[in-house]
């Protein structure tokens, strides 16, 4: 079996999809793998302009069938065999899901790679909702749910934690997951300075260092229960 593809989801505007995307592609690279970062949010690319210097990445739109065929093209091209598939997707992007995603749902056996989800939410009901219409468009993906502590802690997820769709995701192997809070204000320095987190854990103010320290040490126990032992190490 190949390397797997993670596509970081939640379909919801601000969920924390592309901060849980550099922290994978963090996660990743600092296990020794090599990652292909596949931004598809193509009005706002952030990942892809944090990263795209130092991991291998492309732009693709999800919203056309034509990105569809560039993604798989991506995933089996032979210079990618070893290389995990990061993909950091956009909002709204449930509706190119919808249209076209079974072209890359019916290839996963021919590339020989797992689809693994992360899904991201906040409190709300339509996260929820959102999962639902992604399950049923990409059934072969296994599924994981993401709850992103800055919306607050675990015991606040109610409306998930109490779901039938978690339920469901973990009947069939998904885990639920919690995403450590990072402090405001080094949030913000990794956002306006368009750092990635190598960078920022090397040249950043003692303090803002620290605080990375420990958030990246949740992050990475939090990625150790799903991101496969084959990806890392
Ligand atoms: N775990 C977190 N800790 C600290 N700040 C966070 C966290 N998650 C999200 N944020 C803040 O929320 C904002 C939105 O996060 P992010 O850009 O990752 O969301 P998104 O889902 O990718 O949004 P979009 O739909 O616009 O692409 C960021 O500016 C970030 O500062
Ligand atoms: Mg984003």
């Known amino acids: 079996m190949s390397k797997h593809i993670y596509l970081v989801g939640g379909s919801k505007g601000g969920v924390g999809k592309s901060m849980v995307t550099m922290a994978l592609i963090d996660y990743l690279e600092c296990s020794g793998e090599s990652v292909v970062l596949i931004e598809t949010d193509t009005s706002n690319p952030d990942v892809y302009k944090t990263y795209g210097?130092?991991?291998?990445?492309?732009?693709?739109?999800?919203?056309?069938?034509?990105?569809?065929?560039?993604?798989?093209?991506?995933?089996?091209?032979?210079?990618?065999?070893?290389?995990?598939?990061?993909?950091?997707?956009r909002?709204?992007?449930?509706?190119?899901?919808?249209?076209?995603?079974?072209?890359?749902?019916?290839?996963?056996?021919?590339?020989?790679?797992?689809?693994?989800?992360?899904?991201?939410?906040?409190?709300?009901?339509?996260?929820?909702?959102?999962?639902?219409?992604?399950?049923?468009?990409m059934p072969n993906a296994m599924v994981h749910v993401i709850r992103n502590g800055y919306f607050g802690d675990e015991s606040k997820y109610q409306l998930y934690n109490g779901s039938k769709i978690r339920t469901s995701v973990e009947k069939s192997g998904g885990k639920s997951l919690s995403f450590p809070d990072m402090a405001d204000l080094l949030a913000d320095d990794i956002y306006t300075k368009r750092l990635t987190i190598a960078k920022a854990s090397a040249d950043l103010p003692i303090g803002n260092r620290a605080e990375l320290k420990r958030w990246k040490a949740l992050v990475s126990v939090m990625f150790d229960e799903v991101v496969n032992d084959n990806q890392t190490k």
Do not use: H, M, P
């Not at 991991?55 to 919203?63: D, F, M, P, S």
């Not at 798989?72 to 990618?80: F, K, L, P, Q, T």
């Open 53 to 89: 210097s130092e991991t291998k990445g492309q732009l693709v739109n999800l919203e056309e069938a034509d990105g569809w065929i560039k993604l798989i093209n991506v995933c089996g091209d032979a210079d990618n065999k070893d290389s995990v598939i990061v993909i950091n997707t």
């Open 91 to 137: 909002a709204a992007n449930n509706q190119g899901v919808q249209k076209y995603g079974e072209t890359l749902n019916d290839t996963l056996e021919e590339l020989g790679r797992k689809l693994v989800a992360l899904w991201v939410i906040n409190r709300q009901r339509d996260s929820l909702e959102l999962l639902k219409d992604f399950q049923e468009a």
